[in-house]
């Protein structure tokens, strides 16, 4: 049994590029073109692509882009007052923006990286969905997509900001869930493993030889995989909730 995206508004965060940018296009697939997509991102020049091709590909899809930065909260609250009117009602919260940055251990950690990373990954995630919840909760009605990451569940050497970052969110997604349970608002979490997109590329602050030796002789998932699953949750029978999945290629465990 499922549940039809059609003639629903999708806000999605970090669709500049990877798994945001393939779930923006996930999203206009299954439904046709029918709904519209809010795309949000740092790289404006990028947004301003991604929405070329879905008009192209889609004549009735209506999409609007506006640059944000997570990381500033009052930046936030501006970008969800300014959103037209005709957007305003989100059905679909999509918080994906998020990174990681470098590989240092506890004590040699630049501090700036460490409020980067707790802003973009913890802050923005929070203070958005703080703004987008109570007309959710008006009109009775939502999914609010949270993408974690296995770094939240298995912590590594060299990851401590990012992995507790992550945790955060995954703790998050639980209270909201449970605070949620009286609601027609479905709070779904996704914990990817090793992807192939920028996200190690930004990690080693555009090191190229170190983001390819993460995937090394290996084959990981590709953004798609997790948009696709995103597309799978969010179109369940709305009493069904997929709280909590973590997805990972062969190679990992």
Do not use: W
């Amino acid at each position: 049994m499922r549940s039809s995206i059609k003639n629903k508004t999708v806000l999605i965060t970090g669709a500049s590029a990877g798994i945001g940018y393939e779930t923006a296009h996930a999203f206009a697939d299954e439904a046709e073109g029918q709904l519209k997509l809010i795309l949000t991102a740092r790289r404006v020049e990028k947004l301003a692509e991604l929405k070329a091709e879905l008009v192209k590909k889609y004549k009735e899809i209506k999409v609007y882009t506006a640059g944000l930065d997570v990381s500033k909260p009052p930046l936030v609250k501006e970008f969800v007052q300014s959103i037209p009117t005709e957007f305003a009602e989100v059905d679909v919260l999509v918080n994906n923006a998020g990174l990681a940055l470098g590989r240092d251990p506890v004590g040699e950690i630049d501090v700036s990286d460490i409020e980067t990373m707790l802003d973009t990954n913890i802050l923005g995630l929070f203070t958005l969905t703080q703004e987008i919840l109570p007309g959710m909760k008006k009109r009775n009605r939502g999914d609010i997509v949270n993408i974690g990451s296995i770094a939240g569940r298995n912590p590594y050497p060299g990851g401590a900001i990012y992995c507790s970052t992550k945790a955060a969110v995954k703790f998050f997604s639980r209270s909201l869930r449970k605070e949620l349970t009286d609601t027609k608002i479905r709070v779904i979490e996704v914990a990817p493993g090793a992807v192939k997109t920028e996200f190690s590329l930004v990690r080693f602050k555009g090191d190229q030889a170190k983001a390819d030796d993460v995937y090394k002789d290996k084959e990981p998932l590709v953004a798609q995989d997790i948009a696709d699953f995103i597309i799978y949750a969010c179109t369940r029978r709305e009493n069904a909730v997929i709280a909590e999945a973590v997805i990972f290629p062969t190679y990992q465990a």
